[in-house]
């Protein structure tokens, strides 16, 4: 079980539970093709953003396998939304899970991403005592894969066209990192 004690800060970050006051900032992320482009959903209008902004203020907490925590990112120096991360909790016999993140293309290659990972991974292995925790993602996902390798997360897998996204067969790219990795890296 896990229930972070937020805001959780990082040196440039501040990540916390959505709120209701996020639904034009998340439509500003989630209406744009750029940012989808790798992702199931699709872009989606206000309605639909409202739809994903509910489910998303009641994951604050990690209660049971299964569930994910997703977390708002903000600039600190400025209170801006600009992207989202995630934890899945997959098992608890395997004590597995899951990192995410999605971003504004404003604040692509500021090394944000790398940020919020960091602060997954520590709230995974520390908070839940999980002992893999993976990444997955589309195999064009060239920048999203360089963050995962800064965070030392090894690739395991590229299953080639192993889905259909948006009508397109795509190859998925699986990378992981154990506990003992991460804690003989910190």
Not at 51 to 67: D, P, T, V, Y
Not at 80 to 86: P, S
Not at 93 to 120: Q, W
Not at 163 to 177: F, H, M, N, R, S
Request: net charge negative; with cysteine; hydrophobic share 40%.
């Amino acid at each position: 079980m896990l229930k972070p004690s937020y805001p959780i800060r990082t040196p440039r970050l501040i990540l916390r539970p959505f709120t209701p006051a996020d639904l034009e900032a998340l439509h500003a992320i989630q209406s744009l093709p750029e940012v989808t482009r790798y992702l199931y959903w699709d872009t989606r209008d206000l309605e639909q953003v409202r739809e994903a902004l509910e489910a998303r203020i009641g994951e604050s907490a990690l209660l049971e396998e299964g569930q994910c925590l997703r977390l708002a990112v903000e600039l600190a120096a400025t209170g801006e939304l600009i992207g989202d991360g995630t934890l899945f909790w997959h098992s608890s016999l395997h004590r597995s899970g899951e990192i995410g993140y999605v971003f504004h293309p404003d604040h692509h290659g500021k090394g944000y991403a790398t940020e919020v990972g960091r602060a997954l991974l520590e709230l995974g292995f520390d908070g839940l005592d999980l002992h893999r925790i993976t990444g997955r993602l589309d195999g064009r996902n060239e920048a999203s894969a360089r963050v995962l390798e800064r965070l030392g997360m090894r690739r395991e897998a590229h299953l080639v066209e192993n889905e259909v996204v948006k009508g397109e067969w795509t190859d998925e790219l699986v990378y992981a990192i154990l506990q003992r990795e991460w804690r003989a890296r910190h």
